[in-house]
């Protein structure tokens, strides 16, 4: 067993001289993974912030449908808010051993060996009385801070900070007190180490609270021990107590004060086997927290007293004795080998230890994120593929109904346009027949007027005034009767055609305001009878029935026999037909030849006298002057009003018959411009339900360009977490899967 022991200080010696003079310090390890780890948080932690920002907008984008849902948005911020707490948490991360042991076993002084410097109060005269955890600081100053209070107080010597805890009476066992040491004047803290220095496990029985309170972050535990005695039932009490609390927990056992072995020289490796057996056993068997053949490499002799001293000498530039000013005791180059080995197992197994329990849990987290943020980019995804599928499948259907509804009120304008004129030539021929109709039917109208009359000039125009009225409302109510039932139904029936072809052909709200066709229509007669008859002059004077004037009147008419009575020369008058001139030019040579040749006619009296007898002709004189007396004698007011009818039935009949086109014509323009106004209407009607279709054709293409753009950005976060996954694989590979 000796020569096993030897073999390892030989190998430890050589092994720690190398590492010392050429390899960095493991604990280097813990800030590298650190630093990478916190790199790879802070993109994630971004990236998510990107993301949840992201899915919000999808969320809230009401118009594009549910390609996102709220429970997705509150996972991503619910992402976000666990990275940034975990993220703070890695910045706070630092490897924490823990130092405990009975009271002056030398707790301070191995951790001030380690330091190099007397950092915490050590040696006769200095009990730990609280905590004391030591960490690094950026300053050039050290300082303290008190655990009910974050005032910094200020120390430059070991004696101020042993004076500052021993004379604040709020310490005690239970209590916190953080030194924070300059990183420039100890090379170990700049590599975020905390050491905790502890009182003694002898001086309290409230050894859970410990544990709870202090212990449970700890990556390292290093029990120091007295060589000069074994351990003891609290040191063992306090370890098994953290067994429970703590999966195999990483513990080193330190035997100080080994130099006190030199005075027995002929037993020290017999006391070393007693101390390394129990040790092994109560790490192997008591614990369990190691194997047999791993305990030994677990525990340590060493003498931190001299190593402290030593390490300041060569720090001033002074010989290393191991005291000061004495010379080297004998061993004590084994036992600073012995020290040095402790501190390279430690800084490596801290290390790896502090590695894998400080950011191992987080990496899974990490990972458990990115999983859950690429389930919902690909929901996402799939969510925007199908909405857009579905806009896609919507707007090529709204396409095909625009150019549909254009070709059909192209066709059914054409077919419109062609109904119209048809049944517009149709009013027009049933005015132009039933305004025939009601010309030849004038006599039987103006022989049903009844009203006073009398020869009088004021009584005649009144009169005319009244027949004309009277004429007028009659023939209008006539035509109205024959003429507007059937031409209204034809123009309901055409509106309700329009408005059932068109109807098919709007979108559902304007249907919604499509009304039935207007029934304020009606078919209007402007005859203007009172315009047309202005000219109208009756001749109500007595005229015998066998006069010269009247037969006159009766051969060429009454016109044209005015003409010739009174000597006018027809050839003047241009604007009258060529066959009423020639009647009227021979009538008024008759007349000329007459009055010239009276003695022709006396002569010609005279053959008849003697052809017939006198008798004969004075009979037919007799008659002639009888049947002038008696149409003298019935020559009343009646005769004079039917003689006036008589006249203004040809004088109007004339007139209307004139008017005949122009009155259908404006019937018919009346059912064209209503028709076409009805059907004017419900184009405007096709044209919201067009520009309500392209609106929507144009909403539909902005709509699958954001739902393309939602794709591109869901695929981007989705590979974007892939490589973050793959940054978490690599960091778990270098640093928590390897030795």
């Known amino acids: 067993m000796c020569v096993c022991v030897c073999a390892r200080v030989c190998v430890c010696v050589c092994v720690s001289g190398v590492m010392d003079a050429a390899d960095p310090s493991p604990l280097r390890r813990f800030v590298v993974a650190k630093h990478s780890i916190t790199s790879i948080f802070d993109q994630l932690l971004d990236f998510v912030k990107d993301g949840s920002a992201f899915v919000d907008e999808a969320w809230r984008g009401d118009d594009l449908g549910q390609v996102a849902v709220e429970e997705q948005s509150l996972e991503m911020q619910s992402c976000a808010t666990k990275l940034s707490t975990i993220r703070e948490v890695l910045l706070r991360r630092h490897m924490k051993v823990a130092f405990f042991g009975r009271t002056s076993n030398g707790k301070s002084t191995v951790i001030n060996a380690m330091l190099r410097d007397r950092v915490l109060p050590s040696g006769i005269g200095h009990t730990t009385n609280c905590f004391l955890r030591v960490e690094g600081t950026d300053g050039d100053e050290a300082f303290l801070t008190a655990e009910a209070s974050n005032e910094r107080r200020s120390i430059t010597t070991v004696n101020q900070l042993a004076h500052a805890l021993h004379m604040d009476p709020t310490l005690d066992s239970g209590s916190l007190v953080k030194v924070f040491w300059p990183k420039s004047r100890c090379a170990l803290l700049r590599d975020d180490l905390v050491l905790m220095d502890s009182p003694g496990t002898d001086v309290t029985l409230e050894l859970d ?20 005695s074994t351990l003891m039932n609290t040191e063992k009490l306090f370890f098994h107590k953290v067994s429970e609390r703590i999966s195999k927990p990483n513990i080193f056992i330190l035997h100080n004060r080994w130099d006190a072995s030199v005075s027995e020289p002929d037993y020290i490796e017999e006391v070393r086997k007693q101390h390394l057996d129990r040790c092994v056993s109560f790490l192997a068997e008591e614990l369990k927290v190691v194997g047999l053949d791993e305990a030994p490499g677990r525990i340590f002799f060493v003498s931190a007293k001299e190593v402290l001293s030593s390490r300041m000498q060569r720090a001033q530039g002074m010989p290393e004795t191991g005291e000061p000013g004495g010379a080297l005791a004998e061993g004590f180059n084994e036992r600073l080998r012995e020290f040095q080995m402790f501190e390279r197992t430690f800084e490596e197994f801290i290390s790896q230890s502090a590695v894998k329990t400080k950011f191992e849990q987080h990496t899974v987290r990490a990972w458990q994120i990115t999983e859950a943020i690429k389930a919902v980019m690909d929901a996402i995804n799939i969510a925007s593929a199908d909405r857009k599928i579905f806009c896609l499948e919507e707007r090529e259907d709204q396409r095909d109904r625009l150019d549909f509804v254009r070709g059909q009120i192209n066709r059914l304008s054409d077919n419109v346009k062609e109904r119209i004129r048809k049944l517009t030539d149709d009013v027009a021929a049933k005015v132009a027949a039933a305004l025939s109709d009601q010309i030849r039917s004038l006599p039987v109208l103006v022989e049903e007027f009844r009203s006073d009359f009398n020869p009088t000039q004021e009584t005649v125009e009144l009169y005319k005034t009244k027949l004309l009225q009277h004429v007028e409302e009659r023939m209008v109510g006539c035509l109205a009767h024959r003429c507007s039932v059937s031409v209204l139904r034809d123009i309901r029936d055409a509106q309700s055609h329009m408005i059932d072809s068109v109807r098919p052909l709007l979108s559902l709200c304007v249907q919604e305001q499509l009304s039935a066709p207007s029934t304020s229509f009606e078919l209007t007669y402007d005859l203007g ?211």
Request: charged share 20%; proline share 1%; glycine share 4%.
């Open 209 to 228: 609270s410990w544990i709870d309170k202090f212990c449970l972050d700890a990556d390292v535990f290093v029990l120091v021990g007295n060589a000069e």
């Open 529 to 739: 009878l009172a315009a047309l008859c202005a000219d109208f002059h009756e001749n109500i004077e007595f005229q015998f029935s066998l006069g010269w004037t009247a037969l006159v009147t009766r051969f060429i008419g009454a016109a044209n026999a005015k003409r010739a009575l009174s000597g006018s020369d027809p050839r003047l008058q241009e604007s009258s037909a060529f066959k009423d001139e020639m009647v009227v030019s021979i009538a008024t040579g008759l007349v000329s030849v007459t009055s010239r040749a009276s003695m022709t006619v006396l002569v010609i009296g005279g053959v008849v006298w003697r052809s017939v007898g006198w008798r004969i002709i004075a009979l037919s004189l007799s008659l002639y002057g009888l049947l002038y007396l008696y149409e003298k004698l019935t020559w009343t007011n009646v005769s004079r009003e039917r003689a006036l009818k008589q006249q203004f039935v040809e004088h109007a009949a004339h007139r209307l018959r004139a008017i005949i086109p122009i009155t259908s014509s404006a019937c018919s323009q009346q059912v064209y411009k209503e028709l076409t106004s009805t059907f004017s209407r419900l184009t405007q009607r096709v044209d919201l339900s067009e520009a309500e279709l392209e609106g929507n054709i144009r909403q539909l293409s902005f709509r699958i360009q954001r739902l393309e753009n939602i794709q591109r950005r869901s695929k981007a976060f989705r590979n974007r977490a892939t490589e973050l996954e793959t940054q978490l694989e690599a960091f778990s590979v270098q640093y928590l899967q390897g030795n």
